[in-house]
């Protein structure tokens, strides 16, 4: 049945392409996600760098070495755009949804192959060009959120946040591309018996995020567009002067920016259900409740936007409504977390390096989470509002909290992808030295928040020095966590032991591990019949067979 | 090992609590100080409502937190590979699952009246005595006394090498604002340029500063003393650098400084001000 959808591109499957072809041209779900990982890896280096050098120039008090304070705004927003839209959004969903998003559902691989290949090009384009506006005239100075009149013509008079515009523009043409691909893949092409309550809830978080993306970036396209417009041909969309208004923009960009949050930490939620229940040796606790848990997440994240702009002057009555709006999410929330633990319980759990980044991921989601639930208020957020506070908040819920969801997949599916291994001691050692330096990093930017400290300084009062140096020695211990990262794929790829087809045991029932390690080229050439019973955990219930 | 967790995190909530109430002795002065973990002392009936809506929150979240991580850890304890080998196949449990749903939202329903009341509070001054309207510009801020005549004077920052002994660093500014105790003062803010956000942590205060607006807030400042902000959006290269610094005097004390103060900035032709009157941005 669903050999007919893959007919179109069969001449294609015939062959390999090798060489440079084999990954320009590509139209391999796994290559392309490779592609994206290592998009994502690079990213990540730069944007990393971009972090070690604001806590070094915020590690003492007084300017050390940004006397060209705009260049310290241009890092702070580099560093926001790099890890939004080139490090977590490329590994989660252009690289392990593309990976594993196919094999989980037995789809031979994506439904839109060559689509699949321009959404990676045009990610790869904006990356570049973001790389470049931060080298063009002045720079973009305005934080991630580009707020106008900052960002207009008059204040950023040179053609780097126009750079900074068609950057995005790129990145996101290429993940609404993604998001098409990734939804018509999972309605169209599971294999026979895989029904949307038997997929494995990675598949539904890719799918939950695929709906946001499609439904928040033509959004942010519109309002950037406008932007470009209002710089270059004279409008004012957002000009007081024109009868434009500043807050148009805001709206706009936190009716995209709000489910943006989501779309980084749903795929994170996935990958830690996979990784829990695989390590405790349990289904899921609670499968349709976190699906839809999932669903109820990415609707109501539509509806809270104007929670970021409290300060901003919008009415007390709309204040009240996105209080109690945006206090709704910590409902859904809070069943995936006790889900999450209940998985666990009565489970038999090993605490490898995957599970163990699960572990963290909990951790800062919880944290990152209560301080959520402070900030929801409009009565008491609009004293934190621009404070260390938030960047502590969201550095947890969702910078760090996707980062450690990032590291737990690659250890995770590694052995998967590249056949080899990875070194369980280090690994090990890497989650100690990262965990410990992200909440010696993150964890008193509360305080510095509740004294008062802004955020998007180079220099602060002397009064912050104390935690200020603090957070910057845990900046140092997370480089050393990170850098020992990269070392490890290297180790992995240099002296990794040979994978096995499921190096997890019983615990690992999704369909990726009924395929070998690496998985060949092409994968369920040959679809597998899932049986009743299953949530895309089949041996648990003695489901999974191959189809003659 | 629940119990300790319980102790720690009851102690370290009590000195959170008791510390923002001990501080409130001293002299006023708003202004951040060393290795604090608490919100800056109140001296404004907003903040002090604030310090009470945070300790509800702290004490809530707290609990929250403590809870889900010790349960985590006794998972960690009790289920691990080696003192449970053979996993249940537990993956459903109605009653767990309703349980978890229906208590949270009792909480947040907690939480949220207490929190639409602070907004409410917050909001809108009942009987503003006075208006004070602030206009922030790339990097300072302006002041206009609209029932006094207009006077309006700028409040530019001290540089580091010219400050006087006590005036704290990227805080103090040549003219402060200056405004009587005990009176409820509205403030309307605006901005001439880029967006800007008025900002005073200690009075709890902060509204946007958004050009072609004019946006509402109140205070009453409770005690003579000094109180210190800092520009709270992003506003360009020196946004670091564009402190709110505000001296609050006895009654009188205003009066006499606003007859000087006349005389100080007569020379100064401020911007119109017919638009302080205007409707309120809320
Ligand atoms: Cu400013």
């Known amino acids: ?134 080298f063009v005239g002045e720079g973009p100075g305005t934080g991630w959120t580009v707020y106008p009149p900052l960002s207009s013509i008059a204040y950023h008079p040179g053609a780097a946040v126009d750079f900074g515009i068609l ?39 890719i799918l939950v995020t695929a709906f946001l993306l499609l439904l928040a970036l033509p959004v942010l396209a519109g309002a950037l567009t406008m932007l470009l417009t209002d710089r270059n041909f004279g409008t004012s969309f957002y000009a007081v002067s024109g009868g434009g208004d500043p807050l148009l923009w805001q709206h706009l960009f936190w009716f995209f920016g709000h489910p943006e949050v989501y779309i980084i930490i749903l795929p994170a939620f996935g990958i830690i259900s996979q990784i829990i229940s695989t390590f405790s040796k349990k289904p899921v606790f609670g ?17 809270v936007w104007a929670h ?102 690659y250890y995770y599916w590694i052995g998967k992808m590249s056949g080899r291994q990875y070194s369980e001691r280090l690994a090990q050692i890497q989650f100690w030295i990262f965990f410990i330096g992200v909440n010696v990093l993150f964890f008193p930017q509360h305080f510095l928040g509740l004294g008062g400290m802004p955020r998007r300084i180079p220099d602060y009062p002397d009064a912050f020095a104390g935690w200020n140096m603090v957070s910057s020695v845990g900046a140092a211990i997370t480089m050393v966590g990170t850098l020992m990262f990269y070392y490890i794929i290297w180790h992995t790829f ?55 | 090992m629940l119990k300790k967790l319980l102790a720690l995190a009851l102690v370290a909530a009590a000195a959170v609590v008791s510390g923002a109430g001990q501080l409130r002795a001293e002299p006023a002065n708003g202004e951040p100080t ?19 809506f945070h300790n509800l929150l702290l004490v809530i979240i707290i609990s929250v937190t403590v809870l889900v991580l010790a349960i985590l850890a006794y998972v960690m304890v009790r289920f691990n590979a080696k003192r449970n080998p053979v996993p249940s196949r537990t993956s459903h449990n109605t009653l767990l699952e309703v349980v978890w749903t229906a208590v949270p939202i009792m909480i947040l329903v907690v939480i949220a009246i207490p929190s639409l009341r602070l907004l409410f509070f917050s909001a809108k001054p009942e009987n503003p ?25 700028d409040s530019i920052p001290i540089a580091a090498d010219q400050l006087k002994p006590g005036q704290p660093r990227l805080l103090a500014v040549d003219n402060p604002v200056v405004l009587p105790v005990d009176t409820t003062v509205q403030v309307l803010v605006t901005a001439d340029d880029v967006i800007h956000d008025w900002a005073v942590p200690s009075l709890g205060l902060k509204k946007d500063a958004t050009p072609g607006r004019i946006n509402e807030t109140w205070v009453r400042i409770e005690k003579p003393g000094t109180y210190y902000g800092m520009c709270s ?41 017919s638009l302080a009157r205007a409707d309120r941005a809320d």
């Not at chain 1, 006397?67 to 252009?94: K, R, S």
């Open chain 1, 1 to 134: 049945m669903a050999y007919a959808t893959t007919a179109g591109h069969g001449e294609h499957d015939d062959h390999h392409p090798t060489g440079w072809r084999r990954w320009i041209y590509s139209t391999n779900h796994k290559d392309i996600g490779t592609m994206y990982i290592i998009l994502s890896l690079v990213a990540a280096l730069i944007g990393g760098v971009m972090s070690w050098m604001i806590r070094l120039e915020l590690a003492e008090p007084g300017i050390q070495f940004f006397d060209n304070t705009q260049f310290y705004n241009v890092l702070v927003t580099a560093h926001g755009f790099l890890m939004v839209f080139f490090v977590v959004m490329p590994a989660m969903i252009g690289g392990f949804g593309n990976w594993f998003v196919p094999l989980m559902i037995g789809a031979p691989d994506m439904a839109f192959p060559r689509m699949n290949n321009i959404s990676f090009w045009l990610t790869a384009a904006g990356l570049t060009l973001l790389v470049s506006s931060a």
């Open chain 2, 34 to 52: 060393p290795w604090a973990i608490n919100l800056q002392p109140a001296f404004s009936p907003v903040m002090e409502k604030v310090h009470d």
């Open chain 2, 233 to 273: 959006e992003l506003c360009g290269v020196n946004h670091y650098f564009m402190p709110i610094q505000i001296e609050a005097l006895s009654k009188e004390d205003y009066q006499a400084w606003v007859k000087q103060a006349k005389e100080q900035f007569a020379a100064k032709d401020g911007p119109a001000t």
């Open chain 1, 167 to 205: 950057a995005l523009h790129l990145a996101g043409a290429g993940s609404i591309l993604g998001a098409i691909n990734l939804i018509v893949t999972v309605f169209n092409m599971r294999a026979p018996g895989m029904t949307l309550h038997r997929m494995p809830l990675f598949v539904w978080a």
């Open chain 1, 287 to 303: 499968y349709l409740g976190m699906a839809y848990a999932m669903c109820a997440i990415g609707f109501v994240g539509f509806i």
């Open chain 1, 308 to 409: 970021h702009m409290y300060t901003s002057g919008i009415g007390t009555n709309a204040r009240a409504y996105f209080t109690v709006a945006t206090m709704i999410i910590a409902v859904p929330t809070g069943i995936k977390i006790f889900s999450w633990l209940a998985t666990m319980w009565g489970g038999s759990i090993d605490f490898k390096a995957p599970m163990m980044f699960a572990l963290g991921f909990l951790w800062l989601f919880v944290i990152g989470g209560v301080t959520g639930v402070v900030l929801a208020n409009a009565g008491i957020d609009f004293v934190m509002h621009d404070t260390y506070y938030v960047v502590a908040h969201f550095h947890y819920v969702m910078a760090i909290a996707a980062i450690f969801a990032m590291f737990g997949a």
């Open chain 1, 494 to 548: 240099r002296y990794g032991k040979t994978a096995e087809a499921n190096p997890w045991g019983e615990g690992a029932t999704t369909l990726e591990w009924t395929v070998p390690s690496p998985a060949p080229f092409h994968t369920h050439e040959e679809l597998p019949v899932i049986g009743a019973g299953d949530h895309g955990h089949g041996p648990l219930h003695g489901g999974v067979q191959p189809a003659e």
């Open chain 2, 129 to 153: 005595e006075m208006t004070l309207k602030v206009t922030g510009h790339q990097w300072y801020w302006t002041y206009t006394y609209p029932d006094q005549e207009d006077m309006t004077f």
